[in-house]
Each structure stands twice: as C-alpha cells, then as structure tokens.
C-alpha cells in the first residue's frame, strides 16, 4: 500500500469459516488481508464439491486483482469501479469453468466484498452474502440481499421479510449470482468510516441462524475488548442456533484516527 492511500485510522480485522454442524463440507469461502485492506466473503452453489470451488475461485480472483493494482485505493469512487469490475472478473471466470468442466455445471457463488481507504469502504456484491454495519450502536445492513422474498417485499407484495415468510416464501432462493451467465449486474457502495464501527461481511449461515439485534448485542460487547473473540462468539452463536449452514464472517473494526494523517 502506498503511503498516500494508507487508511488515517487503526484499523482491527478477525475472520472465521466453520462448516456448522450439519453441512459434509464447506462451500463457504473468505480471503482478508489486513496489509492491504480487503475483505472477501462467498457463499458457494452447486453439487458435490462444485460449490466449493465457485466460491473459492470468486475469491482468489478478486483478492489477486487487488494485490495486483492497488491505486484504487486513492479514491472512493475508484475503488468502488474497481471492486465492481473485479466481481465482474471473477463471474465470468467461474461462468467459464463451469462450462468447461461438466463436473462443475451448474456452479455459481455468492460474494461480498470491501476495499478500505484512506478514510471510507467501497464494497460490492451479488447474492444474499451481507455487509453490515454497527454504527453508535445501531446495525445497519449495507447490502441488499438479491433474492426472490427481498424482491417480493421490495415490490410492495408483503409489508416485511417476516410476513413473507409467514405465506411460505423461502429465503434461499437467488436472484443474483456469480457464475450463471457471462455477464452479471454487481450492486455497490460507498461508506465513510467513524471510529467505533465495525463492519460485518457475513454468509447466510450466520444471518439465518442468528437474529440481527443479538448479531448487533455480540458487536456492541466487543467494545473495548479485542474483536477475534466477537468473530468466535458470532460463529459459536450460529452452531448453537442449529448451524445447519455453513457459517462465515468477517469483521474490520475502526479505531482511533491516526495522529499523522492528513
Ligand atoms: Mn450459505
């Protein structure tokens, strides 16, 4: 990282996979590197170990792009280009395979996925994978899921998630993602960073297991205290709630501004 785009806070980062207690294998997926500053997180589809490989090459594809290039990190607004154009990348390459390779027809991933900056994170994603966000508090979710019972409440059909679910709407079922066509519509953002937020990138095997005000209850804990032991209570929590899932999460926190900055 190049000294002008070095973020002007202290940054904390903690990440965990777990198979959760039902699943055979883990199809999840997640790559942080804490030098550089970004956080992968996938969630992959498909039989046998199809699902497995989706995700994992989704990330590779986009951490390498990030270790490649790393002037995106001089601005906000590239670096949310980027981030998106790397996805963009990582779709077709696994849209490629599964059309090479028969065994692995039919194989797509999930994925979410942040750059941090001098003082802001760019974030993009497709798929049900979230970013959250704890703020002063309160938990904000970053992301909106593309999938069908969020399409159905954002259409106006039902009031909220919980009514849909009421009339047997399914929560797994995709609108979006990696690796059924060649071309994917990647949805982003932008958020600045205040100290004291910590940002959650996390697959449905957490979000269905664990309601989000006792995800935000787990964060709000960890203040003053180090962030991995939050990552181990948030994965602990989702295995206790049934782990039928496989369960990944991946945590920035941000601390004080630095004194040199600026
Ligand atoms: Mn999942």
Known sequence: MSSDAAPS???????????????????????????????????????????EVASA????????????????????????????????????????????????????????AGAVGLDWLAFAYVGDSRLYRLREGRLEQLSRDHSFIQEVVDQGFFSSREDA?????????????????????????????????????CTDGLTGMVPEDWLCQVLVASVGNDLDPAAEALVRLANERGGTDNITLALLRVGERLGQAG
Request: charged share 25%; hydrophobic share 45%; glycine share 10%.
């Open 165 to 201: 679910r009421r009339y047997g709407i399914g929560e797994n079922i995709l609108t979006r993602a990696l690796g059924s066509s060649a071309k994917v519509r990647v949805a982003s953002g932008l958020s600045d960073l205040a100290c004291g937020d910590i940002f959650l990138f």
């Open 57 to 112: 090459l989704a990330a590779e594809v986009i951490a390498e792009r990030f270790r490649q290039d790393t002037a995106y990190q001089l601005h906000p607004d590239t670096a949310k280009t980027f981030v998106e154009t790397a996805i963009e990348e990582a779709n077709i390459s696994v849209w490629r395979l599964s059309q090479i390779q028969p065994d692995l027809s039919g194989m797509g991933t999930t994925v979410v």
């Open 9 to 51: 806070y202290s940054l904390e980062y903690a990440w965990r996979t777990d198979r959760g207690r039902v699943r055979a294998g883990n199809e999840d997926a997640v790559v942080v590197d804490p030098e550089l500053g970004f956080l992968i997180v996938a969630d992959g589809i498909g039989g046998a170990q199809a699902g």
